[in-house]
């Protein structure tokens, strides 16, 4: 291990399977650095300490400033395949696996990079980041947020939206097929894969367009809102829209 940034860590633990002291290449390593724990297979060939590490500390700094969430403590686990990542989980079953993202983020975001959609450094820097994110929004605000909020901010946070997800939101635009803000407050987990395209891409849509034309304070009061335990549509109302306007206004071209 000559990368410097090995020299910067607090600290490296290795969970070899006999206890030597060496780091084999079957262990599950785990570092520290501040606020961050990250642990990983050394023989996981995507994983740039360095980079990963800058990728956590810009989304948790955009966060700060953008949405004034306090910087937490963040653990991150990234397993090689989704039996592992079964065998480790103790929050939800496999079955409840998201499809959007292969991770969660419950006490600890735990990543699989078993699925080719994980074929990049970039690739697994998007999924930390859209999984730090939810992580955030959950420790500040609590499960009163609606999925469209949440799921809407993790991917606007992280990447433009993909094509495949666009097409289904114009297919439905054009067809009077959307679905209502209401109806995407509960998680997503239970559509079809279609009906879930449409679900990220309408939320991503609201936030994008509240972003853009009002700015994060308004992000912000609505985050607060749901905190209170009202909905966001409260916050909604000093701007003269609603979720019905919000809908509407977010698809106008
Ligand atoms: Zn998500």
Known sequence: MTNPIYGKLDSIIGH?????????????????HRNIRLAFHVRNRLI??????????RILE???VDLNLPVPEIEIEIFQDKTE???RHTLINEAELPSWIQGD?????RIVMD??????????????????VHFSLHRHVGRSLPAWLDEGLAVFCSQN??????????????????????????PFTRMDRGTQRLAYAQSTA????????????????MLDACRRGESPEHALKQKGLNYYLLEKECLRK
Do not use: C
């Not at 399977?17 to 520290?32: A, H, I, M």
């Not at 740039?48 to 590490?53: I, K, N, S």
């Not at 983020?105 to 975001?109: A, D, E, L, N, T």
């Not at 450094?121 to 999924?127: D, F, G, R, T, V």
């Open 206 to 221: 609201a936030v994008e367009y509240i972003v853009k034309k009002f700015g994060w304070p308004l992000v912000r009061e």
């Open 16 to 32: 070899g399977p006999d206890g030597k002291s060496y780091l084999g290449q079957d262990d599950f390593v785990e570092v520290r």
């Open 115 to 132: 699925d080719e959609k994980i074929a990049t450094l970039e690739a697994l820097q998007l999924m930390i980041t859209h999984e730090v």
């Open 48 to 57: 740039d300490l360095a980079r990963l590490l800058g990728t956590i500390r």
């Open 161 to 186: 939206l993909p094509s495949s997800y666009a097409d289904e939101l114009s297919r439905a635009s054009a067809g009077n097929a959307l679905l209502s803000l209401e109806m995407l407050a509960s």
């Open 85 to 87: 990542w079964v065998e």
């Open 62 to 64: 955009k966060l700060a």
């Open 105 to 109: 983020s419950g006490r600890v975001i």
